[in-house]
């Protein structure tokens, strides 16, 4: 049995999905559902069972599961405990995440690697992609996590999560209602729109790909300036649900989500090159823990 295989069952039981999991890790559906079969073969039991909206685990899928955490938990111990013999851990480890997300992330980054990496002074600032990219050719920055946009400035990247957006604003223009909005409906709303330029391009194409049309009324370059001005009613805006988590709790701003179809981006991480590349690994799967941690609150999806 190979620790590829029981990362690939965990990767699945998490996902809830055989096609989720296949798209996270980079691989062909059928190849999964193989190595799934296999294990299951092998065990002489069944592991998963397909519900409505995907699969989960058997009784004997959860004592499977439970067996291989331990035995990849163990083996990450020893790598490490290698590793560090081998002077692979540096001393210090930089983080650049995406600007306006501090509140969110670094808390769950620091509490994961401060348990897992002690003895790594980790450092984390908010960078625009690009001059995170910039800091990375420097070896200024080892990790960057990052927005998917059209052009990646990064050579080599990989996805951690998928954000779905919003459209937030006052009752005036929303009404009371939480449930979804249609893309068809938000066209005809007074858009407040972010002017950060890939994030205006990912909102212009979703809409020119249905073939309709924005209605902009004004363009800000912050995103609190534009929480602001939806939350009096001047106009709607298209945001993360970590934008305007608080206000939203608090009753200050109404939020639906977009379908039909839904405005969507990637959460991805870059490694620097200059990492060791197994403990490159290592980072990426803590940086994934951490950031799970914050899904469901942030309301990402796997």
């Not at 972010?194 to 924005?214: G, H, T």
């Amino acid at each position: 049995m190979k620790l590829s295989e029981l990362e690939l069952f965990i990767n699945v039981v998490d996902a809830g999905s055989m096609s989720l999991a296949a798209n996270a890790l980079d691989l062909a559906q059928p190849n999964v559902s193989r190595t799934i079969r296999g294990l299951e073969s092998r065990l002489r039991t069944t592991l998963l069972k397909r519900t409505g909206r995907g699969v989960e685990p058997t009784p004997s899928g959860q004592r499977f599961l439970s067996f291989a955490e331990n035995v990849i938990a163990d083996f990450e111990r020893t790598q490490a405990d290698i590793q560090e013999l081998d002077g692979a851990i540096p001393t210090r480890l930089s983080i650049c995440i995406p600007r306006h997300t501090g509140r969110l992330l670094v808390p769950a980054i620091f509490r994961v690697f401060h348990e897992q990496l002690p003895e790594v002074t980790l450092e984390i600032s908010e960078r625009q992609a690009h001059d995170a990219s910039k800091a990375m050719a420097a070896k200024d920055c080892d990790v960057a996590v990052f927005y998917d946009n059209s052009t990646s400035p990064f050579p080599e990247h990989r996805r951690l999560f998928t954000e779905p957006l919003y459209m937030t604003g006052h009752r005036k223009h929303l009404g009371d209602q939480s449930d979804h909005i249609t893309l068809k409906d938000c066209a005809g709303l007074p858009l407040l729109m972010y002017s950060n330029p890939p994030y205006a391009r990912m909102i212009e194409s979703a809409f020119a790909a249905e073939d309709l049309q924005p209605k902009i009324i004004r363009q800000l370059g912050n995103k609190v300036a534009m929480t602001a001005f939806a939350m009096e009613g001047e106009g709607v805006a298209i945001q993360a649900f970590s934008n305007f988590a608080n206000e939203y709790e608090n009753g200050e701003i109404q939020a639906r989500l977009i379908v039909g179809p839904g405005i969507e981006r990637n959460i991805l991480a870059a490694l620097g090159l200059h990492l060791e590349r197994r403990f490159a690994e290592r980072v990426f799967k803590l940086l994934k823990s951490a950031l799970k941690t914050i899904a469901p609150a942030a309301r990402w999806r796997v």
